[in-house]
């Protein structure tokens, strides 16, 4: 095996083009960024790299939905090569609720991106009139999209292919979700592919853009296709001997809810809980009601996506609910009509809104009424646990932001202050509800929860796999161990959390089977460079931080690193029953571990500097 001897061919290095676009919608202009090789090496892409080039640009002035916040869409160096599950793309910038906000979503846009021959697009200003971006041969052209305002996600991806010309386009868009600027609005792809998560879509709404097109054949070369190709035909025997990977394939990730409600992970009535009729929405129930086929992100052997034949309320095909959207329109409303939470999943698709975001909201509606802090008068309607139409409908008001509809869009934090309610009733942190897994199920996912970034996300820091027994990682020390017990490894969510980064810098799909040490393989191959599983997690650990620094320019305090009440009292039945995590405790031994400042919530200067992030420290401890 041999690697080339250069790392720089002409102005690009291996695995990237070396190449950015900065386009500016208020005045139309486009610049490049040239992309350096140590500062690929050292934030490798996707969100760590998106997290260093909005550093200078975003702070707490910045608003949102304003013209001056920016959203990169970027790519990573696996994107579009042979790794499998390696072709994702990441959105990134300040979120809809003022923190830092990132998406990640698969199908095939993150290859169509950096087959345009660059390695992301970072959007700042607002246009005048709706457009949207084509990317192709390394340029951008800003489109009239004047006739897409108002079209559903999947209309305006067929609309945007035809008009172009080429079926090979993939585009990623907003529907009615992000025009009416909802705050938890994604961005879609792909059909059904989504950027859920923060309220990007509502982003892109104010600044008038309806997509991002993008086409095109060019790759980055590969430092060593030899030791590429190696690797791969190991990891291929790894992925096919893992049963996870034949669940994955069966099931989706709904496969997990059967086991999901055995030990208390699927939170119920609004976080209050922990027990439902499971075999009326088990993964056997779904396979035996409905035809089922398979689809796959760009070069996934996995093909975890799932679609069913409908064919009721005017709709053919629907996407199969994820896990996450299983439980939060269904046992979090104490829904189990199957047939509705389909049709709602889709709702959520074409006018792209996120459903777990959605989902949280409305179920805080639901217990709002049941206590009789809101009314039939406030709502338009009663709210009664499991009323399935009743969900359909709010779904819909809140896409149009219509009556009651334009309060759940503003999420749990927006509808607690609106509505004068005690914040520790809000299912969020950082703005962004909690997913479906529960906290008192996994202590390491509370602490995981209560620190993310982005807010309490189980993709960031998903160490309940970690005690499920999938989500080791021995180079690192990381192992499953008691889930309600954190004596002394509250280090290793926090090491957990670095790794996680890297997934969505390189980017790589949280479902792959590669450990660390092939990670590593995998990089080095495409890039040239010496990654080993201590260098990449202290890389891990830098875009972690850096992200943590721009939160703090935002306003984060160790204030917002809290859990909400209603996620963390005991439950008084299931699995969980009585289980509650000390959260004080465990974030001071976070701090610890993380080496921040028990009274600002910065990391501290000396962990900056030993990151090489000396420049960060300067302006964040000025
Ligand atoms: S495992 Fe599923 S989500 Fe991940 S890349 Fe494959 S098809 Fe996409």
Known sequence: MHMKEKMWIGESMYGYHGKILKVDLSDGSVKTIELKEDLAKAFIGGSGLAARLLFDVLDAKTNPLGPDNHLAFMTGPFTATPVPQGSRYIVAGKSAQGFWGEACSGGSFGPALKGAGVDGVIITGAAKKPV????????????????????????TQEIIKKDLGERRIRVACIGIGGENKVKYASIMNDESRAAGRCGLGAVMGAKNLK???????????????????????????????????HLLREYGTYGYLDMAFEIGDAPTRYFTRALFPVEKVSSATFKDTYMVRNYACYGCPVACGKVVEYN????????????????????????YDLDSILYVNHLCNIYGIDTISAGVSIAFAFYLYEKGV????????????????TIVKLVEMVAKRSGFGNILAEGTKGMAEL????????????????PMH????????ALSYATGNRGACHLRGDFYQVDLGVGAIPELGIIQMDRFVLDGRVDAVAKYQDVRELYDSLILCKFSFATLSMICDFLNAITGWDYNPESIHKTGERIFNIKRALNNKFGVTREHDKMPRIAIAPLEEGATAGKTPNMEELLKEYYKARKWDWETGKPTKEKLEELGLGDIAAKIWK
């Open 132 to 155: 949207y971006l084509f990317v192709h041969d390394s340029s951008v052209e800003i489109k009239d999209a004047s006739h897409l305002w108002g079209k559903d996600t999947i209309e």
């Open 211 to 245: 997509a991002v097109a993008a086409v095109g054949d060019a790759r980055a070369e590969i430092a060593s296709e030899e030791m590429l190709r190696g690797i791969l035909d190991f990891y291929k025997l790894v992925m096919e001997a893992s049963p996870f990977y």
């Open 312 to 335: 009721k309320r005017g709709v053919k095909e629907i996407d199969t609910p994820e896990y996450e959207t299983m439980v939060a329109f269904g046992p979090l409303l104490e829904n």
């Open 374 to 389: 809101i009314g039939k008068k406030d709502v338009g309607m009663k709210l009664e646990w499991g009323n399935s139409e």
């Open 419 to 434: 509505l004068n309610v005690d914040p520790g009733e809000a299912a969020n942190v950082k703005g962004l509800e909690i």
């Open 438 to 445: 529960d906290p008192r199920a996994f202590f390491g996912q």
